[in-house]
């Protein structure tokens, strides 16, 4: 803040010293400010050091009163080393000036609403100054910074509403059960296309984060896109973080599973027929209608996500899915030689972008080189822990196992397994779906394929 001066910025001592005033006339009343104010959202020193003196007092569970305030605050450091300052009769006055504790929430807002405007007033200056001395190729890094600062701001701020008493949540749940009674079918959220997983997950639920995990090969990727590609034919907005494919070669993939013209075929374009081009135009047609929002960039960090699924969301309020493939790709915000931190930290940041965007979040992760020591390969919940705190912040987790992945047999050709292992809000169970390998695309099995009656073995 070295461009700016301190003594303009906005500010009501008056605010600040009610405040604090109505403390000493209702000492109960602290709780109150303590959820709402820091320290740092007042602005004169003696001001802060009260403040501080009082929440000292109430970690003690000392009783609040302007003589324990006195003594409290004659032991603060800073007191020490401004010995101008005469708290006895600044204390007393407090007192006795202030009017009643009726306006005591207005005070405490006047003092949110003026702290919020100087943090606001230093984050832009410091912006400004970040432009100032950024030279012209590394203008998309800065204005990626301005965003997180931005960002973290309004959270910090929005952070502080502190508890909601019930009553005031109702009426939402209220709505949301009239929109469920009226909807035609028993989902809740979108369908991801496939009935036995929507039969557990009663579709894809708002704020959730579902992570979808498996080993190199056995199609994590094609599963999100299966069911991006469900979405987009309920004319659902999607958008797709690809740190890993090209957005080109995702495209490709999309035109062989709407087509469903062989994948090698689409790539080498010989051999087509006139049907093939018939079926190539009608998926070229459902694409551009579609709202699907492709980011190939690679090894973004959390902020430069989140920033940039949050303008995609402002600029489609119905935006139904996010996609992420895949979180190891993801580069943390922090310099950190621990990696299972920065995973726990990507992980946090994810979680906290669904329930923010209140949108489904599929977060694709790979799993550890442990499951290929197994006799039996199929992904358990503790191959997922070493991948930080993914297990913790996951609303739902989804193991894609295909068995001929590592021995092929008659059986178990083109057979995928999807293992829903955890679910916070529901059933977990195991699904068998069917693999088309020539469009990397999973579906539906009917009901009365051989493979449904199969057994599935995820003992370890």
């Given at each position: 803040?070295?461009?700016?001066?301190?003594?303009?910025?906005?500010?009501s001592i008056q605010a600040e010293k009610a405040a604090l005033g109505c403390l000493l006339l209702e000492p109960n009343l602290w709780d109150d400010?303590?959820?709402?104010?820091?320290?740092?959202?007042f602005t004169q020193t003696e001001n802060k050091i009260i403040y501080r003196a009082i929440k000292k007092l109430s970690d003690q569970g000392t009783q609040l009163d302007t003589l324990t305030l006195i003594e409290a605050v004659s032991s603060d450091e800073e007191i020490k080393k401004n010995s101008n300052l005469n708290f006895s009769s600044y204390i007393k006055d407090?007192?006795?000036?202030?009017?009643?504790?009726s306006n005591f929430s207005n005070y405490v807002d006047i003092v949110k609403q003026t702290s919020s405007l100087?943090?606001?007033?230093?984050?832009?200056?410091?912006?400004?100054?970040?432009?100032?001395?950024?030279?012209?190729?590394?203008?998309?890094?800065?204005?990626?910074?301005?965003?997180?600062?931005?960002?973290?701001?309004?959270?910090?701020?929005?952070?502080?509403?502190?508890?909601?008493?019930?009553?005031?949540?109702?009426?939402?749940?209220?709505?949301?059960?009239?929109?469920?009674?009226?909807?035609?079918?028993?989902?809740?959220?979108?369908?991801?296309?496939?009935?036995?997983?929507?039969?557990?997950t009663m579709g894809l639920q708002k704020g959730d984060l579902f992570i979808i995990a498996g080993r190199p090969g056995m199609g994590k990727t094609a599963f999100a896109m299966s069911i991006a590609c469900n979405l987009l034919i309920d004319e659902v907005p999607v958008l797709l973080f690809s740190m890993e494919m090209s957005s080109r070669s995702i495209m490709y993939r999309l035109f062989s599973s709407f087509s469903r013209v062989d994948f090698k075929r689409l790539q080498e374009a010989k051999n087509l027929s006139e049907e093939d081009f018939r079926d190539i135009d009608d998926a070229s047609t459902i694409l551009s209608k579609s709202k699907l929002f492709i980011d190939d960039t690679p090894g973004l960090s959390p902020s430069e996500l989140i920033s940039r699924a949050r303008k995609v969301k402002r600029e489609n309020p119905d935006l139904g899915l996010i996609i992420i493939d895949y979180l190891q790709l993801m580069n943390s915000d922090r310099n950190s030689e621990n990696r299972v931190t920065e995973m726990s930290?990507?992980?946090?940041?994810v979680k906290s972008l669904a329930r923010d965007l209140d949108i489904t979040v599929i977060a694709l992760s790979q799993l550890n080189r442990a499951v290929e020591n197994r006799n039996n390969k199929r992904p358990l919940m503790s191959d997922l822990r070493e991948s930080g705190a993914l297990e913790q912040d996951a609303d739902l987790v989804a193991f894609v196992y295909r068995d001929e992945y590592y021995n092929e047999t008659p059986e178990n050709k083109g057979l995928a397994e999807v293992n829903i292992a955890?679910?916070?809000?529901?059933?977990?169970?195991?699904?068998?779906?069917?693999?088309?390998?020539?469009?990397?695309?999973?579906?539906n099995l009917a009901d009365n394929d051989p493979a449904m009656s199969m057994p599935t073995n995820y003992e370890d």
């Open positions: 803040m070295k461009n700016l001066d301190k003594n303009s910025l906005p500010s400010l303590a959820t709402q104010i820091e320290e740092k959202d407090l007192f006795e000036e202030t009017p009643g504790t100087r943090k606001l007033i230093e984050t832009a200056d410091e912006i400004s100054s970040t432009a100032f001395t950024t030279d012209s190729f590394s203008s998309d890094d800065a204005i990626t910074k301005a965003e997180d600062k931005i960002l973290k701001l309004r959270d910090s701020i929005e952070r502080k509403s502190g508890p909601q008493i019930a009553k005031d949540l109702v009426g939402p749940v209220y709505e949301n059960i009239d929109i469920n009674l009226k909807s035609s079918g028993p989902l809740v959220g979108h369908s991801t296309g496939f009935k036995y997983i929507d039969n557990l930290e990507i992980s946090r940041s955890k679910h916070r809000n529901g059933k977990t169970g195991k699904v068998k779906l069917h693999f088309a390998s020539n469009i990397i695309k999973f579906e």
